[in-house]
């Protein structure tokens, strides 16, 4: 059974800070995707990343996937109260029978 | 601009009652998955169709029926429900290795 373990688990900041959320496992994952929930909706989906080392941004948020592709990390710089909300990494593997591995989660309160 | 659609949206049942959760998505989406999201568990995975006329166990299946009817819906079923069930249960779709959808829940208690 794979595993993802996310840290923290809870996060409290105050708006201008910078953050950073860890994702690992001991499992290898063909690809490694990031999401935002924001309460009574379904998470949507922040980034894909697929390469070991890759590393890729949007806007303030710095997404990297580890060389071995067992782990990844999510910066964000200078945190608005808009980036409030649950964060959850997820590792994808399988060929014709894809499924992702959830990690439980960060909830991140960003206070203005 | 639908993309994945979940019914009903709140229930509450009694133990031992059944109910089906209906999912649809118009994205043309081949694999169809569903999820329950209970505090500090994550997003654990019941079921999914990898494609139309085939579904696979997930992570806990247990107490869960579902039907692939047709490219479009995927449905899951609870035959009698216990009060363990109470949870937020998601329907995500996705082409075969791509990013997943979600529709916004189902909110079921059962009592």
């Known amino acids: 059974t794979q595993l993802l373990e996310q840290s923290p688990q809870f996060l409290s900041i105050q708006e201008g800070e910078n953050l950073t959320v860890y994702c690992n496992s001991s499992s290898v994952f063909s690809s490694l995707q990031w999401y935002r929930q924001e309460p009574g909706e379904g998470p949507v989906l922040l980034v894909t990343?697929?390469?070991?080392?890759e590393v890729k941004k949007l806007k303030r948020l710095t997404f990297q996937f580890g060389d071995a592709r067992k782990d990844s990390s999510l910066h964000i710089t200078a945190a608005q109260p808009g980036d409030t909300g649950l964060y959850l990494c997820?590792?994808?593997?399988?060929?014709?029978?894809?499924?992702?591995?959830f990690g439980k989660g960060t909830l991140l309160t960003v206070n203005p | 601009n639908a993309g994945v659609t979940q019914t009903p949206k709140f229930q509450v049942l009694k133990t031992g009652q059944s109910m089906t959760l209906q999912c649809a998505q118009d994205m043309n989406h081949n694999s169809m998955y569903w999820y329950r999201q209970d505090p500090g568990m994550g997003l654990r995975l019941i079921y999914y169709?990898?494609?139309?006329?085939?579904?696979d166990k997930g992570e806990v299946p247990n107490g869960y029926n579902v039907s692939r009817l047709n490219k479009r819906e995927f449905s899951l079923r609870l035959e009698s429900a216990a009060p363990s069930q109470t949870s937020v249960y998601f329907c995500a779709s996705s082409r075969t290795s791509g990013p997943q959808h979600f529709g916004d829940g189902t909110r079921l208690s059962i009592l």
């Open positions: 990343v697929v390469t070991g080392g």
């Open positions: 997820a590792g994808g593997s399988g060929g014709s029978n894809y499924k992702l591995t």
């Open positions: 169709s990898a494609s139309e006329g085939t579904t």
